[in-house]
C-alpha cells in the first residue's frame, strides 16, 4: 500500500524544456511536504518543500504546486538542463516522525 | 563536515549470514532512519529512532534489528540474510520535533545477497 503515489516513472525533456512529475497522497495528516534530488551514487537531498497551508512554493527554477482539496502536488522544473538529469522522489510527512516517499520519477534532460 | 556516514559502502553476503550496517551522524541530530531503495518502490521505511535508546517500525521492518545505543550511532542488523534482501540502504538524519523535517542522506549501502 503506497501512501504516496508518483508519476511518470521516468521523463525525458529537451534541454530548455520544463519537466513536471505529479504526486497524490491519501492521508489527510500529512503535513510537510518534500521533494528530494538524488544523483547516481548518492544519496537524496532536499530540493524543496512546501506545507499545505500555501499553493505555491518557488525557488529558483523549481515550484512545488499544491492543490489540497484534489491530494495532489506537483514539481515543476522550467528551463530544464542536463545538469538536473536525476531521480526524483516526492514525499510526505506527517506528525514530524516519518517521511513516507513516493516511487520516484527518472529524469533525462537531452542536451 | 562529515553529515551521515555509511560504512561499509559494499558488501557480498551469503544467503543466512548475518551482517550490521553502521549509520554516523555528526550533527547532534535527534532522529535517525534506515530506508531501503529497490527499482521502482522508491524509498521504503525500515526502523528508525526518535533518540538513544529508542527505536520503532517503519512499513518494511521484518527481517532487520536496530540499536541506537548512542546518539550519533544508529545500527542496521540482518541476523539471517536473505535474497529479497539484496538492495541499497540508505541512512539519514534530522534535527527533532519542530524542525523543518529536512532529512539528510548517506551516500548509500549497496548489499548484495548470494
Known amino acids: 500500500q503506497q501512501q504516496v503515489k508518483q508519476s511518470p516513472q521516468s521523463l525525458i525533456v529537451q534541454k530548455g524544456g520544463i519537466s513536471i512529475i505529479n504526486c497524490a497522497y491519501e492521508?489527510?495528516?500529512?503535513?510537510?511536504f518534500p521533494w528530494y534530488q538524488q544523483f547516481p551514487g548518492k544519496g537524496p537531498a532536499l530540493l524543496i518543500a512546501?506545507?499545505?497551508?500555501?499553493s505555491e512554493k518557488k525557488e529558483g527554477r523549481f515550484t512545488i504546486s499544491f492543490n489540497k482539496s484534489a491530494k495532489q502536488f506537483s514539481l515543476h522544473i522550467m528551463d530544464s538542463q542536463p545538469g538536473d538529469s536525476a531521480t526524483y522522489f516526492c514525499a510526505a510527512q506527517a506528525g514530524g516522525f516519518k517521511t513516507i516517499f513516493g516511487a520516484g520519477t527518472r529524469l533525462f534532460v537531452k542536451a | 563536515n562529515a553529515g551521515v556516514t555509511q560504512t561499509p559502502k559494499f558488501r557480498v553476503l551469503k544467503t543466512g549470514q548475518s551482517m550490521t550496517l553502521l549509520c554516523a551522524q555528526d550533527?547532534?541530530?535527534?532522529?535517525m532512519y534506515w530506508y531501503r531503495q529497490d527499482p521502482g518502490m522508491g524509498l521504503r521505511l525500515i526502523h528508525y529512532?526518535?533518540?538513544?535508546?529508542?527505536?520503532a517500525k517503519g512499513e518494511v521492518p521484518d527481517g532487520y534489528n536496530v540499536s541506537r545505543l548512542k546518539k550519533q550511532n544508529f545500527l542496521l542488523g540482518l541476523e539471517s540474510a536473505a535474497p529479497s534482501q539484496t538492495s541499497v540502504y540508505f541512512c539519514a538524519s534530522r534535527t527533532g520535533a519542530g524542525s523543518t523535517g529536512e532529512l539528510f542522506f548517506g551516500e548509500g549501502s549497496r548489499l548484495t545477497v548470494l
Open positions: 492521508n489527510t495528516a500529512f503535513d510537510y
Open positions: 529512532s526518535v533518540g538513544e535508546g529508542t527505536t
Open positions: 550533527m547532534n541530530h535527534e532522529y
Open positions: 512546501i506545507r499545505p497551508d500555501v
